[in-house]
């Protein structure tokens, strides 16, 4: 039960407000003024009842401590993406970690992302760590932790644009020439059927079906299942592809596609090592062209070759085609001509009525 009481304390009166949280625990609150006790309780129950009341305790919880219990129930997760989390988090609490939760503002938050870019962080990153903390500070609402996050579109900083280095063919070929015999099936499947680094090392012999020409991702490095059933849509491969990779097997003979000098599972580390190798032989490869960069490749051959989005799109595994559309959107083909054509054929066929009608 809500009340208000009158008290006559050292020898001045005081309104005290009680009442009992979302959780049935008794709480006091004193004012000097009825008149603030009232709105005070006005204020509560309206809280109550919409769900965003917050206890006083709660509110006093910093960020690095709410960061802290975040991560203890995000320990289920596999082991890669909870120490992502956590290197995420560490970020977060150097920055925010000593504010109440419930006084992060959403200029604090600006002020924030501000400092990372000065730090000379990436857009992407930092990107990524707004994220992480809009995650976070999300399911502090949902705790009843605060009532409301400071994050939102407002302070998001801006992904940034990706403009992958596209390789050309010959620079291609002639990187997987200059792998290790053992290895070069690396880049054919990166290259050619869009697997990342650490699915490359994991694929198995039996996830490739030779007689039909479609590779089935199912694992990365070590044997760990992909993420999400995306992740897993198979690829088709050509048949002097299958032909390759076969000619592999049959003279590796291992249940990985992939092996290091004697026989064992390839680690991503090993083949980064030899790729580098590689790299440094190619002529006008960067510096800093990377394995995962073969993927870009296999994205502009698709969009070379005419396919669409949605194509692309299943063929890199992606969630969505705006995530295809945000790394690739400039390679399809935009030229001025194409624009006039198309509105110039509207006019021609509105033209072609009127000539009928002149003839008759």
């Given at each position: 039960m ?5 008290r ?5 009166v ?6 009992r949280?979302?959780d049935?625990?008794?709480r006091?609150r004193?004012?000097d ?7 005070f309780?006005?204020t509560?129950?309206?809280d109550v ?11 006093k919880?910093?960020?690095a401590q709410w ?5 203890e129930?995000?320990r ?6 909870v ?6 988090l560490d ?17 604090h938050?600006r ?12 857009d ?5 760590l707004?994220?992480r ?8 609402v949902?705790?009843?932790?605060v009532a409301?996050s400071?994050?939102s ?5 801006g ?7 596209v390789a ?6 002639a990187?997987?020439?200059?792998m290790?015999?053992?290895?070069r099936p690396?880049?054919s499947?990166?290259a050619f059927a869009?697997l990342?680094?650490?699915?490359v ?6 996830d490739?079906?030779?007689m039909r ?8 490095y070590?044997a760990?299942?992909?993420k999400?059933?995306?992740s897993r849509?198979?690829?088709p491969?050509?048949e002097s ?9 049959a003279?590796?003979?291992?249940e ?17 090592r030899h ?9 006008g ?6 394995f995962?960069d073969?993927r870009?490749?296999f994205a ?14 299943a ?11 945000d790394?690739y ?11 006039r054509d198309?509105v110039?054929a509207l006019?021609a ?7 009928a009608?002149?003839?008759?």
């Amino acid at each position: 039960m809500a009340s208000i009481e009158k008290r006559l304390r050292n020898g001045k009166v005081r309104w005290y407000a009680r009442y009992r949280d979302a959780d049935d625990q008794q709480r006091t609150r004193t004012f000097d003024r009825k008149v603030d006790a009232e709105r005070f309780m006005t204020t509560i129950a309206a809280d109550v009842l919409r769900g965003t009341y917050v206890a006083p305790d709660n509110a006093k919880i910093t960020v690095a401590q709410w960061c802290d219990t975040w991560a203890e129930g995000y320990r289920t997760r596999r082991k890669s993406t909870v120490r992502q989390a956590q290197v995420h988090l560490d970020r977060i609490k150097s920055g925010l970690g000593a504010l109440p939760i419930g006084a992060v503002k959403p200029s604090h938050v600006r002020s924030w992302t501000a400092g990372l870019r000065d730090e000379g962080l990436s857009d992407s990153y930092i990107y990524a760590l707004h994220s992480r903390l809009a995650q976070v500070m999300t399911d502090a609402v949902q705790d009843g932790i605060v009532a409301r996050s400071p994050c939102s579109r407002r302070t998001s900083p801006g992904a940034g644009k990706q403009r992958p280095y596209v390789a050309m063919t010959e620079q291609i070929w002639a990187l997987h020439d200059a792998m290790p015999e053992h290895l070069r099936p690396a880049v054919s499947l990166a290259a050619f059927a869009g697997l990342r680094l650490a699915e490359v090392c994991g694929l198995r012999t039996s996830d490739v079906d030779f007689m039909r020409g479609v590779v089935h991702p199912a694992v990365q490095y070590p044997a760990a299942p992909l993420k999400t059933e995306v992740s897993r849509t198979p690829i088709p491969i050509s048949e002097s592809m299958v032909l390759s990779l076969s000619g592999h097997v049959a003279a590796w003979r291992a249940e990985t596609m992939l092996t290091n000098e004697w026989g064992g599972q390839l680690t991503p580390w090993t083949l980064q090592r030899h790729f580098r190798t590689a790299r440094a032989t190619v002529e006008g490869l960067p510096e800093g062209f990377r394995f995962h960069d073969l993927r870009h490749f296999f994205a502009s051959l698709l969009i070379a070759s005419g396919d669409d989005v949605k194509i692309v799109q299943a063929r890199l595994r992606h969630a969505s085609a705006k995530t295809t559309l945000d790394c690739y959107a400039h390679l399809w083909p935009d030229t001025d001509q194409s624009t006039r054509d198309a509105v110039e054929a509207l006019f021609a066929a509105r033209r072609a009525p009127k000539r009928a009608s002149d003839r008759g």
